[in-house]
């Protein structure tokens, strides 16, 4: 059984920075790609970032130059390192992993960017 907990959201104001943590338990980890999404209310949930297992990034346009995902193999961790927040920022982020079909998810943590 895959389990995967997020942590490091929070409060920041315009402009600031905040890192998310995403523990994953599983022998998939290492293999794995593994992605980042939020939500924001009355949204859809929307793919913000996505590593591989060979560390291979890709990321959304809205976040580009802002946001870097990283992984810790040995640690079983992802990442993601926000710069430069924005207030269309604010959403829930939750981290997801794909074993065997089966899509994987946090609970997610809330990122609230406001003054």
């Known amino acids: 059984q895959v389990q995967l907990v997020e942590s490091g959201g929070g409060l920041v104001q315009p402009g600031g920075s905040l890192r998310l943590s995403c523990a994953a338990s599983?022998?998939?980890?290492?293999?794995?790609?593994m992605y980042w999404y939020r939500q924001a209310p009355g949204k859809q949930r929307e793919l913000v970032a996505y590593?591989?297992?060979?560390?291979?990034?890709n990321y959304a346009d809205s976040v580009k130059g802002r946001f870097t995902i990283s992984r810790n193999n040995a640690k079983n961790m992802v990442y993601l390192q926000m710069n430069s927040l924005k207030p269309e920022d604010t959403a829930v982020y939750y981290c997801?992993?794909?074993?065997?079909?089966?899509?994987?998810w946090g609970q997610g943590t809330q990122v609230t960017v406001s003054s």
């Open positions: 590593i591989t297992s060979g560390a291979n990034t």
């Open positions: 997801k992993v794909v074993d065997l079909g089966t899509h994987y």
């Open positions: 599983g022998s998939i980890f290492r293999l794995a790609t």
